[in-house]
């Protein structure tokens, strides 16, 4: 038996011009400069040799390359048992949902409202049993908390929902520590944190080629801690980057250069993604379609510079600018995730999102799960499974048998085909009304129901539990609240 597959692949650049993307980046910031206004990240540029003007920093390309080596090409994440979900290195590819949605789609009102409380955990119980989906996020921003406390709120319950490990990130400084804590709660010591990671850190610079004092200390912080950090740089084309697609590709090349500059100066080695979340700025209403096919084609072309930097990638792929889950929703979500795929971004986010990465939609979560499992099989590719293709089957079965019946079928058929779950409908009209006439988001709803009113992840152990509890109810009590009570 031989198993010979060719793994089907997307480049949107040639080998010329991704070579010039990174030199006109390297070229930018040393000529250009980059405005920093994070004193600590000030002293370590100006150490290593960087000219600064006040906050201008003009970065040598010496510095830059030395950055690269250190930087590390793979990082393996693990889930709350220390089991390895992950490898983020190559042309491996894995999802997570969407992060930070400040709205949810509730489905019995049928409209769009603010997050609260509940469903940060609702969101994460769900993530628990996609199978599809191998991180969970912090996917929504409840409204129902201190605003200072929101960002380690979303963890502290993540952290109990869901056993996957965790994209998130920190809306102010002091939350950086308060979140850590947790982590580390889980771990045990922080040691065991930065041997076996169990979140990544969202560090975003400002387009145009701009790190804030906050996302310049959480980039610092993520790698003295030793915590996966992940660039999320956001162009927008003719807004904040130049217009071209290859401008802002070039911009989002200059602006994440500058960040593994700073982080690998604060930590030499320590593990951080080159990701983003660019859009192709649409003129005629002034919105940032992460739908659009070109938005997309920022985000294969720039990981493609991050695999030549040698880099784990990420790129914000497979959500949709619609407000309701819909055939824009479907056909966005789509092409995004397939694309994603095929481009071999490790860390794909934005499964269940919706409205400009403004939105979840649990629902859209479960309709996503099943795009991402059929992306999955695509990149598996067409494997030859025996020496003679089909010859000697076809013969043998036109003499005497049935293919659905023959031992070959029955050997292959689960291997060969990626069957996906009840809200994929591939039965016949007659059993489509017999099952009720549902569309794909009724159906979907019902599974969100399903998995909420049965499935109970695996319960923390108590002192852990309590641990994460103390942390949380110190935070709040800073700003004169307490814990949300939820039944969730």
């Not at 379609?289 to 985000?299: F, L, R, S, W």
């Amino acid at each position: 038996m031989i198993q010979n597959t060719l793994r089907p692949k997307l480049n949107m650049l040639d080998p010329d011009q991704v070579a010039n993307i990174v030199d006109e980046a390297i070229s930018i910031l040393e000529e250009v400069g980059i405005t920093v206004e994070n004193s600590e990240a000030l002293e370590l540029l100006h150490g290593v040799g960087s000219k600064i003007d006040k906050q201008k920093v003009f970065i040598p390309p010496d510095i830059v390359n030395k950055a690269l080596k250190t930087a590390p090409p793979q990082i393996i994440m693990y889930d709350r048992f220390e089991q390895q979900v992950a490898d983020l290195s190559k042309d491996n590819v894995h999802f997570d949902p969407g992060s930070a949605a400040l709205l949810i789609l509730d489905y019995e009102k049928n409209k769009i409202r603010n997050a609260i409380s509940s469903d940060c955990y609702k969101f994460s119980r769900l993530t628990d049993k996609m199978d599809n989906i191998a991180l969970q996020s912090t996917g929504v921003v409840p409204s129902d908390v201190p605003e200072e406390a929101a960002d380690s709120y979303r963890l502290y319950a993540a952290l109990q929902e869901c056993l996957k490990p965790i994209v998130t990130g920190t809306f102010n400084i002091a939350s950086f520590d308060v979140m850590k804590n947790m982590l580390t709660v889980i771990r045990e010591d922080e040691k065991n944190l930065r041997e076996k990671p169990l979140a990544i850190f969202d560090c975003c610079p400002s387009p145009p080629l701009k790190w804030s004092n906050l996302t310049c200390q959480n980039l610092i912080d993520a790698a003295r801690a030793g915590i996966p950090a992940e660039l999320v740089s956001m162009p927008l084309t003719g807004a904040t980057s130049p217009v071209t697609l290859l401008g802002a590709v070039v911009q989002h090349c200059a602006e994440s250069l500058s960040g593994i500059v700073i982080h690998q100066l604060a930590n030499p080695g320590a593990p951080i993604i080159y990701g983003g979340s660019p859009a192709m700025f649409d003129m005629r209403v002034g919105t940032t379609p992460m739908g659009a096919i070109e938005t997309m084609m920022i985000d294969s072309a720039y990981a493609q510079v991050g695999k030549y930097l040698g880099l784990p990638t990420h790129a914000y792929m497979g959500l949709s600018d619609s407000k309701c889950v819909d055939m824009q929703a479907g056909l966005e979500s789509g092409i995004g995730v397939i694309i994603a795929a095929l481009a071999g971004v490790n860390m794909v986010s934005g499964a269940g999102m919706m409205d400009f990465e403004n939105c979840q939609s649990l629902e859209k979560l479960v309709i996503d799960n099943e795009i991402c499992g059929m992306a999955l099989r695509l990149i598996k590719g067409i494997t030859q499974r025996d020496a003679i293709i089909a010859k000697d089957i076809i013969k043998e079965v036109i003499s005497n048998g049935k293919f659905i019946s023959h031992p070959h079928t029955l050997k292959w058929f689960k291997k060969e085909a990626y069957y996906p779950g009840k809200v994929i409908d591939r039965t016949t009209d007659e059993q489509f009304y017999i099952n009720g006439g549902k569309c794909a988001f009724e159906k979907a709803h019902e599974q969100v129901e399903k998995i909420l009113s049965t499935h109970e992840p695996e319960h923390l152990e108590k002192e852990k539990l309590k641990a994460l509890i103390d942390i949380m109810t110190h935070r709040f009590a800073q700003f004169g609240s307490k814990l949300p009570e939820t039944d969730d």
